[in-house]
């Protein structure tokens, strides 16, 4: 059977794809870092506002500002525009207000990634150990 998607979904979805292409072709500013990722889109029952989420590699900050939060910021104030080009790619009736937030996840699962990596290579060298032991 066919899986139900909410309107909202359908339009977080779309949202995502439309704003990943306008993010990586319109936006120029020099501050906004790196390669910029969207990864979710989270669309308010009513269509009005939208969570927009997003992860940030590389890129360098500047004058000791946070590099990610210098995205967050940059990408919150071209808002409108981004807003504005999506109604012009979009046959919305509203096009919701956009809101940018910085996607932990990423970085948080490559960490978990990491801790067992460690875990199983030292379990490695224990199993390694005490079987030289016994010979």
Same mark, same amino acid.
């Given at each position: 059977?066919? =899986?139900?998607?909410?309107?909202?979904?359908?339009?977080?979805? $779309?949202? $995502?794809?439309?704003?990943?292409?306008?993010?990586?072709?319109?936006? =120029?500013?020099?501050? !906004?870092?790196?390669? *910029?990722? *969207?990864?979710?889109?989270?669309?308010?029952?009513?269509?009005?506002?939208?969570?927009?989420?997003?992860?940030?590699?590389?890129?360098? @900050?500047?004058?000791? *500002?946070?590099?990610?939060?210098?995205?967050? =910021?940059? !990408?919150?104030?071209?808002?409108?525009?981004?807003?504005?080009?999506?109604? =012009?790619?979009?046959?919305?009736?509203?096009? @919701?207000?956009?809101?940018?937030?910085?996607?932990?996840?990423?970085?948080?699962?490559?960490? !978990?990634?990491?801790?067992?990596?460690?875990?199983?290579?030292?379990?490695?060298?224990?199993?390694?150990?005490?079987?030289?032991?016994?010979?």
């Amino acid at each position: 059977m066919a =899986k139900e998607f909410s309107r909202a979904q359908r339009i977080g979805d $779309q949202i $995502q794809r439309e704003l990943a292409q306008l993010i990586r072709m319109e936006i =120029k500013d020099p501050r !906004l870092g790196g390669l *910029v990722t *969207v990864t979710a889109v989270e669309v308010s029952r009513d269509s009005s506002h939208a969570k927009v989420f997003v992860t940030v590699m590389g890129g360098e @900050p500047q004058e000791g *500002v946070d590099g990610v939060a210098q995205s967050i =910021k940059v !990408l919150n104030d071209a808002s409108g525009f981004l807003r504005m080009q999506l109604g =012009k790619a979009m046959k919305l009736r509203s096009v @919701p207000n956009l809101r940018f937030h910085y996607d932990a996840s990423v970085i948080r699962g490559a960490e !978990l990634s990491a801790l067992i990596e460690r875990a199983v290579s030292q379990d490695r060298q224990h199993g390694d150990e005490s079987t030289e032991s016994e010979e």
